[in-house]
């Protein structure tokens, strides 16, 4: 029982990656793959297709995405895949960003506040952090695309 429990989180982790990775697409018209140097080193979920270039898939290549499926999303398990996803891009230089949509509901992208407004203060915790709908993420990185993006990683 344990192991195909396993084989189901696996395969619900990779089918929430790719449906993320569809929004993204349907939005930006940019594609997003799975990583797959995530399973050998524990990274960040989703890159950008080795073929895409251009402004918004310059932001997208400083973003580490982890994305989250499951039944129901409590505060306990959010903080825990913040804390997940802000290590994971740490490791990797790259600014935090998480995915998460519970069963029977919609996408939610998790910021750092300063991907927003570079003026705010850097945070680590939940409370430095803005909870969007994919649509009005993917308005932040186009945003971000058209007036240049000053990398700034959350390194501290």
């Known amino acids: 029982m344990g192991k195909v429990s396993a084989i189901n989180s ?93 069963d029977r509901g919609v996408w939610k992208v998790i910021c750092p506040t300063y991907l927003l407004n570079q003026d705010l203060q850097l945070g680590h915790g939940l409370q430095w952090c803005a909870t969007l709908s994919v649509e009005c993420f993917c308005s932040v990185v186009r945003e971000l695309a058209a007036g240049g993006f000053e990398r700034r990683c959350d390194n501290e």
């Open 10 to 102: 696996r395969t619900k982790g990779a089918n929430g990656e790719l449906e993320f990775a569809r929004c993204i697409h349907d939005e930006l018209g940019i594609r997003l793959v799975r990583n797959l140097e995530q399973t050998r080193s524990g990274g960040y979920d989703l890159v950008p297709h080795p073929d895409e270039s251009g402004p918004v898939v310059d932001v997208l290549h400083v973003l580490a995405f982890e994305v989250k499926r499951y039944r129901r999303a409590t505060n306990g398990l959010i903080t825990a895949w913040w804390h997940q996803t802000r290590i994971q891009a740490k490791d990797s230089r790259r600014v935090p960003v998480l995915a998460y949509r519970e």
